[in-house]
């Protein structure tokens, strides 16, 4: 079943945010997230146990109880099992991605790609999500911004153990899809070049943006459309920094990305287009994209998604970012612009 299928829509809901990413988000304003993107028709939800060690998953779970659960998707993911015991949040190492969860619950994180710890993690993940099953797992962080020069190393762990787990699971009918949930490329290309074990999708974060996505046109995007494969594209706001937020990625914007984004928007400004719409609107024009989930911490962002899903932008939009090369000349365009 390709990812296509298995999505009830082009736009997500990312859950990062959940889990008190960069800030401390009170409960009820995270349940009314949620609650406002039910109300707005979003039904696919992804998640994971590193957003806040366990918290967004909690949220969430509190959030959709009730809900029917064959009206909505959920994806979350698999290579770090939290623990009941408490940690010093200040010495996680968490790579490229820092204390960005610092607000989150102090449960002991514990990483590990192993068979039997990616059955573990699904089975608390239910128990957390208030579900009997998921639809899509995805291998987290099995990249070099978190592993650094281990990341091979932790591949190859995952490869004789969660890749195989999931493989099962997915051939038995427990989940319907697996993949990576990666922020890198190329653990995608090297997972896509093996014989086995056989992937169906991938959650790619910040790897095609309006900002970056010149590396993922090489090789990745057309490697998952030629196998009918799909990628959900995570972070399509760069962290915030499209819409004028302060980070790109994890760490604060550059002065080179600040331009770019001062750049991008005058030419929006100047064709009346939101700067939501053209990202949205960007990584969904490439055909192997079957989905984006920008994170909202907002009841009020949720709307401001849905709009920018639908916003009407002219062509001579697309035109003028190509023209000022803002993107790259073999990024397709909506309208093909």
Do not use: C
């Not at 993922?216 to 494969?229: D, H, I, S, Y």
């Not at 939101?274 to 960007?282: P, R, V």
């Amino acid at each position: 079943m390709s990812l296509k299928d298995i999505l009830p829509g082009k736009l997500g809901f990312g859950a990062a945010p959940l889990g008190n990413m960069f800030r401390a988000i009170p409960e009820e304003e995270a349940l009314a997230t949620v609650e406002a993107a039910w109300n707005d028709g979003i039904r696919y939800y992804d998640n994971a146990p590193f957003y806040g060690a366990g918290l967004a998953e909690l949220r969430m779970g509190e959030a959709l109880a009730g809900r029917p659960r064959d009206e909505y998707v959920i994806s979350t993911k698999v290579g770090r099992v939290i623990l009941d015991e408490v940690e010093d949040v200040s010495l996680r190492d968490n790579g490229e991605k820092g204390d960005v969860f610092a607000h989150g619950r102090p449960n002991r994180i514990v990483n590990d790609y192993s068979y039997d710890a990616t059955l573990r993690s699904i089975e608390d993940s239910l128990k957390r999500l208030r579900t009997d099953h998921i639809e899509i797992a995805f291998v987290h962080d099995l990249a070099q911004d978190f592993w650094g020069d281990q990341w091979i190393a932790r591949f190859e762990e995952a490869r004789g153990g969660a890749f195989k787990a999931l493989d099962r699971l997915r051939d038995e009918g427990v989940i319907k899809a697996w993949g990576l949930g990666v922020n890198k490329v190329e653990p995608i290309e090297l997972l896509l070049e093996l014989e086995e074990p056989r992937p169906d999708a991938f959650l790619l974060a910040g790897r095609y943006t309006l900002l970056d996505h010149a590396r993922a046109l090489q090789r990745v995007m057309p490697m998952v459309a030629e196998r009918g494969l799909g990628i959900v594209v995570g972070g399509p706001y760069s962290s915030g920094a499209l819409v004028g937020g302060p980070n790109f990625e994890y760490a604060p914007a550059t002065p080179a990305i600040l331009d770019k984004v001062a750049r991008i928007k005058a030419i929006a400004d100047r064709h009346g287009v939101s700067m939501k719409a053209a990202g949205l609107q960007f990584s969904l024009a490439n055909p192997a994209v079957a989905a984006v989930i920008p994170g909202a911490s907002r009841p009020s962002r949720i709307a401001e998604d849905s709009a920018a899903l639908t916003e009407s932008v002219p062509a001579d939009f697309w035109r003028a970012l190509r023209d000022a090369a803002l993107v790259h000349p073999d990024a397709p365009l909506p309208g093909a612009a």
